[in-house]
T-cell receptor, first 114, second 113 residues
Framework: GENVEQHPSTLSVQEGDSAVIKCTYSDSASNYFPWYKQELGKGPQLIIDIRSNVGEKKDQRIAVTLNKTAKHFSLHITETQPEDSAVYFCAATSSGAGSYQLTFGKGTKLSVIP | DTEVTQTPKHLVMGMTNKKSLKCEQHMGHRAMYWYKQKAKKPPELMFVYSYEKLSINESVPSRFSPECPNSSLLNLHLHALQPEDSALYLC????????????FGPGTRLTVL
C-alpha cells in the first residue's frame, strides 16, 4: 500500500518568513495530492491540491510543487502570518479502480511567531 | 459551498450508553466517510459509503455501527464504547470514491468515561 512521509514534524518561523513542508510517497500510481490545514479543535480544511499532470499550483500565498520522478511534493507558504499556525497534513491517493483511501502524512505543526 | 456539518460538537458518554453522531452534506456528494483522529495523529479511516451502500469497513469493532439513511446523511451509532475510543470523530464527503477531493466536517469530540 501507499506510504507517505512528511517532514519536518514541527516548524517555527518568524512572521513574514516562508515555510516549506515536504512529503514523499511510495506508490507511483498515486496521482492526487491534497494538503489540509487543521486548527486546534477543528476538522481538516483543504487548502490546496495538485494532480500528477501538473508540476506546480499556486493560490495567493500558498503553492504546491510536485516531482513525480522523485515522488515528492511540497507545500510552500510565503509571508507567513500568525493565523497560519496550525497542523498541516499532506496526503496521497490514486483515481484508479479500487482506490478510495487517502494516505496521510503524520503532520507538521507550524508555529508562526509574531 | 463545501460544507459538511456534524452534530453534536462534543459528547461525553459512559461505557454502557448508546449514542449517535450525525453528519450532513448538501453538495450532492455520493461518497461519505467516517474517520477517527487521536491527538497529534492523522485521521484514520473507519467506514466508507458510496451511493448509500457501505463500501469499506476498515476492521472497525462492532460497537461502532454506521448508517446512511439517504445521500445527504451519515450516522455513526455508538454502543458499549471503551475509554480508548475517546477521540475526534470526523465525517467527510467527496463527489465519488476514486480520486476526488474529500471535504471534512468540524468533527465531534467524544469522551468515553
Amino acid at each position: 500500500g501507499e506510504n507517505v512521509e512528511q517532514h519536518p514534524s514541527t516548524l517555527s518561523v518568524q512572521e513574514g518568513d516562508s515555510a516549506v513542508i515536504k512529503c514523499t510517497y511510495s506508490d507511483s500510481a498515486s496521482n492526487y495530492f491534497p494538503w489540509y490545514k487543521q486548527e486546534l479543535g477543528k476538522g481538516p480544511q483543504l487548502i490546496i491540491d495538485i494532480r500528477s499532470n501538473v508540476g506546480e499550483k499556486k493560490d495567493q500565498r500558498i503553492a504546491v510543487t510536485l516531482n513525480k520522478t522523485a515522488k515528492h511534493f511540497s507545500l510552500h507558504i510565503t509571508e507567513t502570518q500568525p493565523e497560519d499556525s496550525a497542523v498541516y497534513f499532506c496526503a496521497a491517493t490514486s483515481s484508479g479502480a479500487g482506490s478510495y483511501q487517502l494516505t496521510f502524512g503524520k503532520g507538521t505543526k507550524l508555529s508562526v511567531i509574531p | 459551498d463545501t460544507e459538511v456539518t456534524q452534530t453534536p460538537k462534543h459528547l461525553v458518554m459512559g461505557m454502557t450508553n448508546k449514542k449517535s453522531l450525525k453528519c450532513e452534506q448538501h453538495m450532492g456528494h455520493r461518497a461519505m466517510y467516517w474517520y477517527k483522529q487521536k491527538a497529534k495523529k492523522p485521521p484514520e479511516l473507519m467506514f466508507v459509503y458510496s451511493y448509500e451502500k457501505l463500501s469499506i469497513n476498515e476492521s472497525v469493532p462492532s460497537r461502532f455501527s454506521p448508517e446512511c439513511p439517504n445521500s445527504s446523511l451519515l450516522n455513526l451509532h455508538l454502543h458499549a464504547l471503551q475509554p480508548e475510543d475517546s477521540a475526534l470523530y470526523l465525517c467527510a464527503s467527496s463527489q465519488a470514491l476514486q480520486g476526488f477531493t474529500q471535504y471534512f466536517g468540524p468533527g465531534t469530540r467524544l469522551t468515553v468515561l
